[in-house]
Nanobody, 123 residues
Framework: QVQLVESGGGLVQAGGSLRLSCAASGRTFSDYAMGWFRQAPGKEREFVATINWIGAGTYADSVKGRFTISRDNAKNTVALQMNSLEPEDTAVYYC?????????????????WGQGTQVTVSS
């Protein structure tokens, strides 16, 4: 079993930055690919970014060039640095873990989820 706890959400103006962090506990963190997803009100949960066990990231087109995913296997953490935020980025952001060394863009392929953290971008 893996427990995931997100932090770092909040309210920011358009053009600003936020850094989300996800702390993992339980099994060996380096055995898991990690991902970030988000869900806005009235919308389905969507893929944001994923990172494999050695730190290679994949991004949704909507965040490419603005967001950066990273992981620290020694500290059991994964982070999402979000720059040039837009009102359209407003959502609850979820950290997810997948029992595989390789990431995936599909939410259903993840085994563990955090409780989510709210990000609100004002115009």
């Amino acid at each position: 079993q893996v427990q995931l706890v997100e932090s770092g959400g909040g309210l920011v103006q358009a053009g600003g930055s936020l850094r989300l962090s996800c702390a993992a506990s339980g099994r060996t963190f380096s055995d898991y690919a990690m991902g970030w997803f988000r869900q806005a009100p009235g919308k389905e949960r969507e893929f944001v970014a994923t990172i494999n066990w050695i730190g290679a990231g994949t991004y949704a087109d909507s965040v490419k060039g603005r967001f950066t995913i990273s992981r620290d296997n020694a500290k059991n953490t994964v982070a999402l640095q979000m720059n040039s935020l837009e009102p359209e980025d407003t959502a609850v952001y979820y950290c997810a873990g997948r029992w595989s060394k390789y990431g995936n863009i599909l939410a259903k392929s993840y085994d563990y989820w955090g409780q989510g953290t709210q990000v609100t971008v004002s115009s």
